[in-house]
């Protein structure tokens, strides 16, 4: 299993970054995925899911109408959109795929840095 982000960098406050997440190794469309982040000195949070299917997501409190979670099943790719973007977003980025019994499959994570 291989799961691998890209997209971070730094970003100026009120700016915008896309995130991608390509996986192999297993039955993509039978997954659900979700972004997770951890920033520094903080515990990891949950960003925003979708359903392996595609037709439902969800969102952190803190990001709603702000990131937009998607994914493409004919190319085994998830993407974030992050919209303006504030210094509580800097993360490192992760991408994880599950089910119901839990997020067994992670990446590496990437980077998002906010700042002027």
């Known amino acids: 299993v291989h799961i691998v982000e890209s997209g971070g960098g730094l970003v100026q406050p009120g700016g915008s970054l896309r995130l991608s997440c390509a996986a192999s190794?297993?039955?993509?469309?039978?997954?659900?995925m979700r972004w997770y982040r951890q920033g520094p000195g903080k515990e990891r949070e949950l960003v925003a899911g979708?359903?392996?299917?595609?037709?439902?997501?969800t969102y952190a409190d803190s990001v709603k109408g702000r990131f937009t979670i998607s994914r493409d099943n004919a190319k085994n790719t998830v993407a974030l959109e992050m919209n303006s973007l504030k210094p509580d977003d800097t993360a490192v980025y992760f991408c994880?795929?599950?089910?119901?019994?839990?997020?067994?499959?992670w990446g590496q994570g990437t980077q998002v840095t906010v700042s002027s």
């Open positions: 190794g297993f039955t993509f469309s039978r997954y659900g």
């Open positions: 994880a795929a599950g089910n119901q019994y839990g997020y067994k499959y």
């Open positions: 979708i359903t392996a299917t595609g037709g439902s997501t």
